[in-house]
């Protein structure tokens, strides 16, 4: 055989089995991974199951902390941005096309232009809280304030340990929000609270209500009627 040819052979030998090794190598190199990751899975699953075991429903209760003093608190956002905070509350939204004589407040006759407006819920545009839709709102005093952000910020769980339930419902029909104003006046934000369900959303997805410890919605609904809002969940007949 000639020199040439028997080089080339080899060479093509040596590629072959270097692409199959390679081949071969990915695959095992990804088992691997697929492996390690089934096994990191399992333990994950066993440390909760463990958690489970251990839990007990008072560690979801609520606890005061302290953690924070009331100037770290207004450091953080919202707080430290706002000029002004409204407590508000108003009907659940109700889409534009439902009949206005099927409305729950006088079902048997027309509504106002006041009534009207109120269907509406909460209307914010272009940074404008919109007050005619509003049922009530309140401007929150700094006491005020100290005790909103002493709730959100310094209750946590009983217990922590890794596997506390959150007791929420899956529906989401907000009619309390917390309004944000910035020094020139406009809305920069805002969170809505429902807590006929346990649930909540804020605009920018930047604020929450922190630990959802079993009472902090009982706690947030008696901070808004204490500083005047008393429609805080559904009437009967709505």
Known sequence: MKP????CLFFLMGFSYNSYAGIFAADTNRHIKQKNQHTKLEAEYDKRHELYKRWKLEYDNCTF???YTIAQRLKKYPYSKAAKILAVSYLYYVEPNTPLFSDTLHPTKALTYKEQQQQKGL???KNQLDYSTLLEYKILNQDQINQLTNIIF???YQKKMGYNRSHGRSCFEPRNSLIFFNKQGKVFDHIDICFHCHNYSSQSNKIDIGELCNPKFDLLKSFFISAGIKYVQPIDNE
């Not at 040439?4 to 080089?7: E, G």
């Open 4 to 7: 040439k040819l028997l080089f």
């Open 65 to 67: 902390t302290y953690q």
């Open 123 to 125: 209307v914010v545009t």
């Open 154 to 156: 310094n209750t946590d």
